[in-house]
Structures are given as structure tokens and as C-alpha cells.
């Protein structure tokens, strides 16, 4: 084999390594859904924490659909979350909703007093629930519900369909100790929120540019893509995301947040 081939070659593999490393270094990922959603997945909570051993995570959270989502869990599915173990497989275990956004008030689908009992809570506005408003209405809704001390992290507010001020839920997120995700689905080929790769982009400069923190999330629908975030770790590398504000490596950071 001529030197320049065998070079190739060990440099192909030093990267594909160096990738591997990459992703294997994402400790946790508490964007995920199972049956409890009422759509795309058939998984238990045990599957999923099955996929997540096998990827190497160590914590995972499962943030089901609340009950506006049709076929979304009830109040008591997210209220028997209580008492379910707090490690499986080896995988420490979190317990969260993914609430709906109802109005512009910042209204959720599920009561402060379920909430409060979770280990976190993820609001997102989707479709079927509240319809996309201008640019204001959208960025008084998403700021009404960071306003609400259970939320904790905004989900994909990078939907095309629901224009945002940057700006301003950045400064509202900071305001409220609240995280905004870098959401994988959206990033993916097969996602369904438009062309979200600008929008991120302007979420992770400004970021970048308070030095605040983002976490990245699968938002996996059953167990093919539990924490996997390469769409936005891959983004979030192009936009020169430090390390240090990128959370999923460490779950202690993650734990801190959260008891705050
Ligand atoms: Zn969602
Ligand atoms: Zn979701």
C-alpha cells in the first residue's frame, strides 16, 4: 500500500474515533418520550432506559406529552412518576412532562401542584394544541411560561412556525433560570419544524455571547434515538459552542440546575 493510502487511512480512523468520543462524552439526555406520549413510540420507560445504557448515557429523563396532546398522559401518570425507580439499568433516572403551552399567558396543560412533584419541567408549544401567533404574541407566551417557577427549560423554540424575538427569550430565559435546548429532531433531515437550523443558530450565538448555558436533547419518540444528539452537537460545534456551555457533559451540572 503506497504511504499516502495507509496515512489516509489512519487519519480516517483517528476521526471516526475522535467522533465516537464526542458523542460517548454526552452524559444524559431529558428530552424523550414513551407510549405515555400517545404518539410515534410504543416504548416503556424501561426500553428507553435500555437504549440509554446501550448508548453509554448516564442519566436519562423522560418528558412525556401532557394531557393537551391528544393521547398525551393524564395527570395521574405524571403524578404516579413519584414513585418510580430512580435508577434503571445502571441509568439514573429523572422524571419530567414535556407541558403544553396553551395561550399567550403561559398557561400549561398540567397543574403547578403535579409539577412541582417532577424532577423538571420542559414547556413547548406544538401545533395541535396552540396555534402560532405574530412574533410578539409567540415571544409573550414562551415568556409567561418561564415566568412559571416548575418550568426550567424551554422546548425547540426554534419552529419555524412560531417566530420568535431572540432577544428577548434569551434575556427572559437568563431572568428566569431557565434553559433554551438545542432540540436534535428539529435538526434532523426527517424533522417537521421547518428549516430550524438558522433559528438555533441565533440561539447558540446568543448564548455564546451572554455565556449561557444550552442543553441539547433528542427528543426521541421511543428508543432509536434516545440520547442521540449529534444534529446538535454537530451544530452546536460549527457555531464554536464552547464546551463549558453545552450541559450534557456533565451530569452534575445538569443536577445543579435543576435544584436550584
Ligand atoms: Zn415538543
Ligand atoms: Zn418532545
Redesign the pocket.
Known amino acids: 500500500m503506497q504511504p499516502i493510502y495507509i496515512l489516509g487511512y489512519i487519519l480516517h480512523t483517528l476521526l471516526i474515533k475522535k467522533g465516537r468520543r464526542i458523542m460517548s462524552s454526552i452524559r444524559f439526555d431529558i428530552?424523550?418520550?414513551t407510549i405515555a406520549?400517545g404518539h410515534g413510540s410504543a416504548a416503556t420507560i424501561t426500553d428507553m432506559a435500555k437504549a440509554a445504557a446501550a448508548r453509554g448515557l448516564r442519566l436519562l429523563g423522560i418528558?412525556d406529552?401532557g394531557p393537551a396532546t391528544p393521547g398525551g398522559g393524564k395527570p395521574s401518570y405524571f403524578r404516579s412518576l413519584a414513585h418510580a425507580p430512580k435508577n434503571r439499568l445502571g441509568v439514573e433516572m429523572l422524571y419530567g412532562a414535556?407541558a403544553n403551552i396553551l395561550n399567550n399567558e403561559g398557561m400549561l396543560d398540567l397543574e403547578n401542584a403535579i409539577l412541582e412533584h417532577l424532577d423538571y419541567v420542559?414547556a413547548?408549544v406544538h401545533k395541535p394544541v396552540k396555534k402560532p401567533g405574530s412574533i410578539d404574541e409567540n415571544t409573550t407566551a414562551y415568556i409567561a411560561a418561564m415566568k412559571n417557577p416548575c418550568v426550567r427549560i424551554i422546548?425547540?423554540c426554534d419552529d419555524v412556525k412560531y417566530p420568535v424575538d431572540y432577544a428577548a427569550i434569551i434575556q427572559a430565559a437568563m431572568d428566569n433560570d431557565v434553559l433554551l435546548e438545542i432540540?436534535s429532531?428539529s435538526l434532523s433531515p426527517d424533522g417537521y419544524r421547518g428549516d430550524t437550523r438558522f433559528n438555533d443558530l441565533m440561539i447558540l450565538n446568543l448564548c455564546k455571547h451572554y455565556h449561557y448555558p444550552v442543553i441539547l436533547?433528542s427528543?426521541s419518540?421511543g428508543t432509536e434515538h434516545a440520547g442521540d444528539v449529534s444534529y446538535a452537537l454537530e451544530l452546536s460545534k460549527k457555531a464554536e459552542m464552547p464546551e463549558e456551555l453545552i450541559l450534557n457533559y456533565s451530569t452534575k451540572e445538569l443536577k445543579c440546575f435543576l435544584s436550584r
Open positions: 428530552h424523550t418520550h406520549s418528558s406529552h414535556e420542559i413547548s422546548g425547540h432540540n429532531s436533547s427528543d419518540h
